[in-house]
């Protein structure tokens, strides 16, 4: 079992930057697939990035080169540090844990979930 909680949403214009975090009990986050995901009102949840055991990332096309996912081992806590946000970033960003991923970005390979966060960006 994996217990996660999210942290550091709020509202901010266009071109600002926020910082998520997600912290992790139960299982240490340098050891389990994790990542960040998000769903607007009326649309799916969508992947935006992982991280796995090795360190190794990988991102959606929409938030390359202005997201990044990193993790605190001692700290047992993930982070997404989003920079250049847009009004389209808008949404409830989750955390998600996996102990196997065979499909990182694809939200149905995680079966632990935090209750999310909401990250507002206005124009």
């Known amino acids: 079992q994996v217990q996660l909680v999210e942290s550091g949403g709020g509202s901010v214009q266009a071109g600002g930057s926020l910082r998520l975090s997600c912290a992790a009990s139960g299982n240490t986050v340098s050891s389990i697939c994790m990542g960040w995901f998000r769903q607007a009102p009326g649309k799916q949840r969508e992947g935006v990035a992982t991280?796995?055991?090795?360190?190794?990332?990988k991102y959606a096309d929409s938030v390359k080169g202005r997201f990044t996912i990193s993790r605190d081992n001692a700290k047992n806590t993930l982070y997404l540090q989003m920079n250049s946000l847009k009004p389209e970033d808008t949404s409830m960003y989750y955390c998600a844990a996996a102990y196997i991923c065979p499909s990182l970005l694809w939200p149905g390979s995680y079966p632990y979930w935090g209750q999310g966060t909401q990250v507002t960006v206005s124009s």
């Open positions: 991280i796995i055991s090795d360190g190794s990332t």
